[in-house]
T-cell receptor
């Protein structure tokens, strides 16, 4: 099992450009999450999904959109990138109904917006 | 409000024991997690506590006191590879039918020879 994978690993954008980050998991997990991690701050939840075809807003959703057309994939879109969106983005997934319901993280995408 | 506090940095010596503390004030509590994150890598799961007491997993142990809003991660027989950031996260109710994790800013542990 590859676990949680993210594409791309690195990206540099200019202000106003758009891009899509792809997250894929092969663990048949129902729940998927997008976080951003910034220096001096904890991981913050952007959007999440509780199953195929569903999405919901997290703590910091502004400027981002998401889609979960297939159970194994969760896409994060930036329609018009801003320098404030420079960050490391992590995707995570988890099963439901286990004792811990642990979230498993992907390797991250480092995004720089100039 | 939601608040999780942990020390920013700690230094310890190879072979020693180190305790990383975490205090939290959250709206609801459905468990506490510790994750390890090496520089430039993904957070990886270390431990989970939902009831008061100590959970032991090899060289790593985690303790929880819900009444005090307090947890610690204990690392024994420190190795150089334990140099990493340690994230404390509390699971809280969110959006009606689900939960979310609130993360602390992490404690950067440096293990010296």
């Amino acid at each position: 099992n590859a676990g949680v994978t993210q594409t791309p690993k690195f990206r540099v954008l200019k202000t106003g450009q758009s891009m899509t980050l792809l997250c894929a998991q092969d663990m048949n997990h129902e729940y998927m999450y997008w976080y951003r991690q910034d220096p001096g701050m904890g991981l913050r939840l952007i959007h999440y999904s509780v199953g195929e075809g569903t999405t919901a807003k997290g703590e910091v959703p502004d400027g981002y959109n998401v889609s979960r057309l297939k159970k194994q994939n969760f896409l994060l879109g930036l329609e018009s990138a801003a320098p404030s969106q420079t960050s490391v983005y992590f995707c995570a997934s988890r099963d439901s109904g286990t004792y811990t319901d642990t979230q498993y993280f992907g390797p991250g995408t480092r995004l720089t917006v100039l | 409000g939601q608040n999780i506090d942990q020390p920013t940095e700690m230094t310890a010596t190879e072979g020693a024991i180190v305790q990383i503390n975490c205090t939290y004030q959250t709206s609801g509590f459905n468990g506490l997690f510790w994750y390890q994150q090496h520089a430039g890598e993904a957070p990886t799961f270390l431990s989970y506590n939902v009831l008061d007491g100590l959970e032991e997993k090899g060289r790593f142990s985690s303790f929880l006191s819900r009444s005090k809003g307090y947890s610690y991660l204990l690392l024994k027989e420190l190795q150089m590879k334990d140099s990493a950031s340690y994230l404390c996260a509390v699971r809280v109710p969110y959006g009606g039918a689900t939960n979310k994790l609130i993360f602390g800013t992490g404690t950067l542990l440096a293990v010296q020879p």
